[in-house]
């Protein structure tokens, strides 16, 4: 029986969810380890008191769940923390798990791309929706050519309410925080790049957003370098419940990811029920089973049992996406995605 030991940092929205996941997959019958969690968090007490529910030990700082003997790091601090904790990680040799993005925007991000390079380290970034079931049969009947060519892609990602202003604050806004999810699924179903975005967003729930800079509802029209069009969309405030969905439409067939009795949409047709399960409130609860996989992936790839299924490159390339649609909306023109995103034109 073999023994890894994980530690985590942050145990706020996400990461406690992660931390109940390790727990989870140390329950987890007939495997041939057990596994170890230590946690730490700068709410001390919250963090003790999680650690204590959990059976996890408390740790007071990131210095010392490293130096206690950790097998791998898991980050779920906020974004403007991650390169911080990342090279920490790196730095002691271990692999690392860290929520998406790799920092706040893509200049932020190259430093660390460069240390993990030059420190040959392992980091697996939590693009979660790679393990989702829906996605994951998008992509093989996109790569087996079952769709036909595609004329449309539709991307969307709703929250039902904000996040508090705080989290907002430091975020990179709703582009680089919440859409960076549908530009990352985006290239990873179809293997494609997207070349330019055009954005639009709008403010008419709480003022306090649009006082730091955001947006609460924003679309971005994208096109990839086959030609391919789409859309992404984003909302704060989708009273309907979490709404996350992806639809494929091809000369000889259209799929929709998220579409079963739990999607938050009513239809407006006399006499059709469908969809009349109760919505998904939360991301935690849409992808469960995903974030379940994504930290199952994790511990194998720890384990060397496994290559990592989300580099921090690839996370690098759907934030420079995010960052070419942020400077669209700033701008009001389109932006082409390159190395340094530029304004078309
Ligand atoms: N993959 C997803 O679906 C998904 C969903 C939500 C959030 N996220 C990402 O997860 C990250 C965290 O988001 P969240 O909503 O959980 O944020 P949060 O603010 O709820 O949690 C962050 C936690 O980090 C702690 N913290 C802050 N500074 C610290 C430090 N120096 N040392 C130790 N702990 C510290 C805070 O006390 C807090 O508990 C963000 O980067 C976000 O982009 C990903």
Avoid at 203 to 214: K, L, M, R, W
Avoid at 256 to 263: I, P, T
Wanted: hydrophobic share 45%; charged share 20%.
């Amino acid at each position: 029986m073999k023994n890894v030991t994980l530690g985590l940092i942050g145990v706020g929205r996400i990461g406690v969810m992660h931390a109940r996941n390790i727990v989870r997959l140390s329950n987890t019958a007939g495997t041939d380890r057990t596994i170890t969690l230590k946690l730490t968090d700068v709410a001390a007490q919250h963090a003790q008191t999680v650690a204590a529910d959990l059976g996890a030990e408390y740790l007071p700082d990131l210095d010392a769940l490293i130096a206690s003997g950790i097998d791998g790091l898991v980050i779920a601090t906020g974004t403007a923390l991650h390169p911080e904790h990342i090279r920490a990680g790196v730095e002691a040799g271990i692999p690392v798990f860290c929520e998406k993005p790799v920092a706040v925007n893509v200049a932020e991000s190259l430093p660390v791309l460069d240390f993990i390079r030059e420190h040959g380290g392992v980091v697996q970034i939590g693009h979660q929706r790679r393990f989702d079931a829906g996605y994951l049969e998008a992509k093989r009947a996109f790569e087996a050519g079952e769709l036909g060519w595609i004329h449309s892609l539709r991307a969307v990602t709703c929250d039902m309410t904000p996040p508090p202003v705080e989290f907002l604050a430091n975020s990179g806004g709703l582009f680089r925080d919440c859409s960076v999810h549908d530009f990352d699924i985006l290239r990873w179903v179809t293997g494609r790049e997207i070349v330019e975005v055009y954005a639009r967003g709008s403010n008419n729930g709480d003022p306090a957003i649009g006082a730091v800079g955001d947006v609460d509802t924003a679309l971005a029209v994208v096109t990839f370098d086959n030609g391919m069009i789409g859309t992404v969309s984003a909302s704060r405030y989708n009273g309907a419940g979490h709404d996350v969905r992806l639809e494929l439409q091809g000369s000889a067939a259209t799929l929709l990811v998220g579409m079963d009795d739990k999607s938050a949409l009513l239809s407006a047709e006399p006499g059709v029920s469908f969809p009349d399960g109760m919505p998904h409130l939360t991301f935690a609860e849409r992808f469960d089973q995903a974030y379940l996989s994504e930290m199952a992936a994790f511990i194998e790839l720890v384990m060397g049992e496994r290559d990592n299924p989300c580099t921090p490159d690839d996370a690098v390339a759907a934030s420079r996406v995010a960052d070419a649609a942020q400077l669209s909306l700033e701008t009001g023109q389109p932006v082409r995605v390159t190395g340094a995103s530029a304004l078309v034109g």
